[in-house]
């Protein structure tokens, strides 16, 4: 298994300024993931991150709008940028520990006002 | 557009009943993934088939995968409060790469 924290738990934030979400694991994984789960819904996978090189985005999604790092095998940051009330989301990191086995963090609760 | 469509999305039910949830897609899956989610937290893997045909079990939760891998069903005995939750499935379309069901959100009344 894999124990993932996330910072901040939640947020609100004023529209046009950025969010940076912290995604800390307690083992080292080779790929991370990114997803966003928008009120109500189900999730929809952002990027995945690969450290030491760029991340890569799914379709609707720019590396513009969601800046992604993966400095180390541990640790990645999702940013969302020039904030609308739109970006209102859960944002999850997970990471997959054995072949189609992921787990998730706990969430990261946007609020955009 | 790949998708993943689960019924039924609500589903409230008394204390002891049965239930079944579907997940059908028209594509197919090296794998399906069920997970549970509660409110505020992220959601926690349940069980990852990968046979066609195949049968898991977990305590009251049997799960199934079509034979054809484009469908699953994960089916609950004798339901309880604590079985109250978000249920999402989600197939591996490829290496790193899940889609996600539209989800089931089920409330077990005591």
């Known amino acids: 298994s894999a124990v993932i924290s996330q910072k901040p738990s939640r947020d609100i934030c004023q529209r046009g300024t950025s969010l940076t979400i912290q995604c800390q694991v307690d083992s080292q994984v080779t790929m991370m993931f990114w997803y966003r789960q928008q009120p109500g819904q189900s999730l929809t996978l952002i990027a995945t991150?690969?450290?030491?090189?760029?991340?890569?985005?799914e379709s609707g999604f720019v590396i513009d709008k969601f800046p992604i790092s993966r400095p180390n095998l541990t640790f990645s940051t999702l940013t969302v940028s020039n904030l609308s009330p739109e970006d209102s989301s859960i944002y999850l990191c997970s990471v997959e520990k054995a072949a189609d086995t992921q787990y998730f963090g706990p969430g990261t609760r946007l609020t955009v006002l | 557009t790949q998708l993943l469509e689960q019924s039924p999305q609500f589903l409230s039910i008394q204390e002891g009943e049965n239930l079944t949830v579907y997940c059908n897609s028209s594509s197919v899956f090296s794998s399906l993934q069920w997970y549970r989610q509660e409110p505020g937290e992220g959601p926690v893997l349940l069980v990852t088939v990968v046979t066609g045909g195949e049968v898991k079990k977990l305590k009251r939760l049997t799960f199934q995968f079509g034979d054809a891998r484009k469908d699953s069903s994960l089916h609950i005995t004798a339901a309880q409060p604590g079985d109250t939750g978000l249920y999402l499935c989600?197939?591996?379309?490829?290496?790193?790469?899940?889609?996600f069901g539209t989800g089931t959100r089920l409330k077990v009344l005591a």
């Open positions: 991150a690969n450290q030491g090189s760029e991340a890569t985005y």
């Open positions: 989600a197939g591996a379309i490829r290496t790193y790469k899940y889609i």
